[in-house]
T-cell receptor, first 112, second 116 residues
């Protein structure tokens, strides 16, 4: 089972910041938080990942709470092309078992 | 190429036939994953390979499914005696060793399988 909880859907106006929340209250100390998105039947696209500190790249920012039990993905200026299903993932398993477990994700719709 | 490559991109097969799906990971990536995604559903983990370690096969849905990997390169997912419920996109991904070390996992575009 996925170790994360996300809202099933969200809407955001074009040009505004999209803030996607994720709860991962059972995260372990050495587990990273990853974000991927999937645009209509394409392969999942990597967005960003982090361990403890906030991270920023050309696509998005990742804000992780101090207790690491939740995080927020921020798309600073959403465009129509950002409409997709966004997955928040925490690595699960023991040494040697490194699979990603996907939940149902958040379907983000950017409205013109 | 620079990314994860999968073939065929589309496959239509008759019920009961065997199919093979191929994945070429990014060069140098020691970890390789297979996932399945049925239409409108989430991604289901199937199998994970890491170097010479025994693969994690915990996600394979039945003994009709098997996968092999030659060293740290190509992997083949085989589905025997295909059933209509096997229709899905099969996604392959690869990374440097282990995401616990923060290594990004990259996905291919998938192989669409339709069983008729």
């Amino acid at each position: 089972d996925a170790k994360t909880t996300q809202p099933p859907s969200m809407d955001c106006a074009e040009g505004r910041a999209a803030n996607l929340p994720c709860n991962h209250s059972t995260i372990s100390g050495n587990e990273y938080v990853y974000w991927y998105r999937q645009i209509h039947s394409q392969g999942p696209q990597y967005i960003i990942h982090g361990l403890k500190n906030n991270e920023t790249n050309e696509m998005a920012s990742l804000i992780i709470t101090e207790d690491r039990k939740s995080s927020t993905l921020i798309l600073p200026h959403a465009t129509l092309r950002d409409t997709a299903v966004y997955y928040c993932i925490v690595r699960v398993g023991i040494q040697g078992a490194q699979k990603l477990v996907f939940g149902q994700g958040t379907r983000l719709t950017i409205n013109p | 190429g620079a990314g994860v490559s999968q073939s065929p991109s589309n496959k239509v097969t008759e019920k009961g036939k065997d199919v093979e799906l191929r994945c070429d990971p990014i060069s140098g990536h020691t970890a390789l994953y297979w996932y399945r995604q049925r239409l409108g559903q989430g991604l289901e983990f199937l199998i994970y390979f890491q170097g010479n370690s025994a693969p994690d096969k915990s996600g394979l849905p039945s003994d009709r499914f098997s996968a092999e990997r030659t060293g740290e390169s190509v992997s083949t997912l085989t589905i025997q005696r295909t059933q209509q419920e096997d229709s899905a996109v099969y996604l392959c991904a690869s990374s440097l060793f282990g995401a616990n070390s923060g290594n990004t996992i990259y996905f291919g575009e998938g192989s669409w399988l339709t069983v008729v």
